[in-house]
Nanobody, 126 residues
Framework: QEQLVESGGGLVQAGGSLRLSCAAS????????VGWFRQAPGKEREYVAA????????DFAGSVEGRFALSKDNAKNTVYLQMNDLKPEDTATYYC???????????????????WGQGTQVTVSS
């Protein structure tokens, strides 16, 4: 099974930016949509964004729309989550996940994703 590894997290001041990367092994990543989810301490995991397998379609949770952007580089087996104008409420561990099944549309349901990374911590100070 493909493994996903997130990177790029860190500590940033409110209003700042970070770019998270999700790098995958294996040869089916280019045929799979990818989702990003996050979980803050004491809270349930929540959907952040998703991108289609070809990278042409993206979707964002309302809380991040207009601030976050997604791109997918199938040649590098990597998805990038660009986060701008970060707010303290964006503080969480961020996870990328591979869509269950190839060439399927991305969704905002965690159960539709089968392979998850270990997460990368994002902390936004006020």
């Amino acid at each position: 099974q493909e493994q996903l590894v997130e990177s790029g997290g860190g500590l940033v001041q409110a209003g700042g930016s970070l770019r998270l990367s999700c790098a995958a092994s294996g040869d089916t990543f280019r045929l799979r949509a990818v989702g990003w989810f996050r979980q803050a301490p004491g809270k349930e995991r929540e959907y952040v964004a998703a991108i289609s397998y070809g990278g042409g379609r993206t979707d964002f949770a309302g809380s991040v729309e207009g601030r976050f952007a997604l791109s997918k580089d199938n040649a590098k087996n990597t998805v990038y989550l660009q986060m701008n104008d970060l707010k303290p409420e964006d503080t969480a561990t961020y996870y990328c996940a591979r869509r269950r099944g190839i060439m399927l549309s991305p969704t905002n349901q965690s159960g539709d994703y089968d392979s998850w990374g270990q997460g990368t911590q994002v902390t936004v100070s006020s």
